[in-house]
């Protein structure tokens, strides 16, 4: 029988082995509450993306913008997970056009 290959990238190794290292859970239920934690600056992250997208336009671009919306705060949300409710901040734009289907 041939041996099973580690299928998994390195970075996701990497990333992992410093969650571990970082929180030093000592068992599955710790483990859940580091990964819970990380989640809602992940998920933020990824809508900063999405909203950089939508404007057309990085955060802290102070360069000629395509468009006159410009980003104006966040508002606090909930976001249910398997892991129980997790605080998340959701950039807003002036023209409220901004809509993540996630939320």
């Given at each position: 029988m041939a041996l099973r290959r580690n299928k998994r990238s390195p970075a996701s190794i990497a990333l992992a082995q410093a969650i571990i290292h970082e929180y030093q859970?000592?068992?599955?239920e710790e483990m859940q509450e580091a990964?819970?934690?990380i989640f809602g600056p992940t998920f933020e992250a990824m809508l900063q993306g999405e909203m950089d997208a939508h404007l057309g336009y990085?955060?802290?671009?102070?360069g000629p913008k395509n468009t006159d919306n410009r980003r104006n705060g966040y508002t606090g949300k909930s976001v249910k997970s398997s892991y129980?409710?997790?605080?998340v901040e959701v950039p807003r734009d002036?023209?409220?056009?901004?809509f993540h289907c996630l939320l």
């Open positions: 859970p000592k068992n599955a990964i819970k934690d990085e955060s802290n671009d102070h129980g409710e997790i605080p002036r023209d409220s056009s901004f």
